[in-house]
């Protein structure tokens, strides 16, 4: 006697494991594109100080082709330059569900659910991938790579903090990025552990542990350069605009029976010529 035994599918999907968006801590979005595909920024130089010359017989000012005295000291012009930021990262996809497919995997193919897949494991983990590779590149703090163990992590980070206080970037809201295996490390620190405190109300946002001041962010290995130790960043030095951000769904467009999803994204990231101190990138032997 043969039987043919039933097989049955879930409507459930075994998704892939993913973490939402790191780079909005990372950056800021100080300036606006819209209208605009390119948007300049001007550099503005400053004079030195001078000892006042309250006696008035030292200090010389050539004004048309006449020597002049002034007790300020020597007459200074500013520099205006601009730096340049032109859009470059034009992102898009597409893919349709036919109308059976979605019928007759019990509407585990569904359109909203894959646009909300492909945002998740694939968009957001380029995005972030390609800010944070843009802030290890141009960052203004990069010494020699080296090796991080459970004995120098905390001084090797302590160190990059006092770096960034001597560019004088600002102190509250720095953000200390890692890797699980560099965060392994740090929990293995003893001298991080007892300087470590965390407030609830920042943990949603992918913050892990405040330390002397620096909220601490484990990211995925896979969203960091290769060889990354750690990277230590105030978001005033790093602009992360998002132009557009576009997603579609079509039900039954020309030549598809079912829906044609499309997406669209153009952003970048720039690091600021003035404010790139604010930025510290460690790489690993």
Same mark, same amino acid.
Request: aromatic letters at 8%.
């Given at each position: ?8 599918? !879930?409507?459930?999907? &075994? ?8 780079a909005s801590l990372l950056t800021n979005k100080d300036y606006d594109w819209s209208g ?14 001078? &000892? ?14 006449? @020597?002049?005295? !002034?007790?300020?000291? %020597? ?9 340049? $930021?032109? %859009?470059?990262?034009?992102? !898009?996809?597409?893919? *349709? ?12 193919l569904q359109a909203g659910t894959a646009l909300a897949r492909q945002q998740r494991e694939? /968009? ?19 010494? $020699? ?7 120098? =992590?905390?001084?090797?980070? $302590?160190? @990059?903090?006092?770096? %960034? ?10 953000? %200390? ?17 007892? *300087? ?11 913050? =892990? @542990? $405040?330390?002397?001041? =620096?909220?601490v962010m484990r990211v995925p290995a896979n969203r960091l350069p290769v060889k990354c ?27 598809? !029976? ?8 153009? #952003?970048? @990231?720039? =690091? /600021? ?7 510290? #990138?460690?790489?690993?032997?």
């Amino acid at each position: 006697m043969a039987i043919d035994l039933v097989t049955k599918f !879930s409507n459930k999907v &075994d998704e892939t494991f993913t973490t939402e968006s790191k780079a909005s801590l990372l950056t800021n979005k100080d300036y606006d594109w819209s209208g605009a595909h390119t948007v300049k920024v001007y550099k503005i130089t400053t004079a030195p100080m001078n &000892d006042y010359d309250r006696d008035g017989t030292k200090q010389h000012v050539v004004t048309e082709g006449k @020597a002049q005295l !002034s007790r300020y000291g %020597l007459l200074a012009g500013l520099d205006a330059t601009t730096q340049t $930021m032109t %859009l470059r990262k034009d992102r !898009s996809f597409t893919f *349709a569900i036919d109308k059976l497919d979605a019928d007759e995997t019990v509407q585990a193919l569904q359109a909203g659910t894959a646009l909300a897949r492909q945002q998740r494991e694939v /968009l957001i983990p380029e995005i972030d991938s390609y800010v944070i590779n843009q802030m290890a590149t141009n960052a203004g703090h990069t010494p $020699m790579a080296k090796e991080l163990t459970t004995v120098n =992590i905390y001084d090797e980070i $302590m160190a @990059a903090n006092a770096e %960034l206080d001597n560019a004088e970037a600002p102190e509250v809201g720095r953000v %200390l990025v890692v890797s699980p295996d560099v965060y392994l490390l740090l929990k293995k620190n003893k001298d991080f552990l007892q *300087a470590t405190d965390i407030a609830q109300d920042v943990r949603f946002r992918g913050v =892990i @542990a $405040m330390v002397d001041g =620096i909220a601490v962010m484990r990211v995925p290995a896979n969203r960091l350069p290769v060889k990354c130790g750690f990277l230590l960043a105030h978001p005033v030095a790093t602009v992360h605009p998002v132009k557009l951000s576009e997603f579609k769904i079509h039900n039954d467009p020309p030549f598809i !029976s079912g829906d044609l999803v499309e997406g669209r994204v153009v #952003y970048d @990231a720039f =690091i /600021l010529d003035n404010k790139k101190d604010a930025i510290y #990138y460690q790489a690993t032997t």
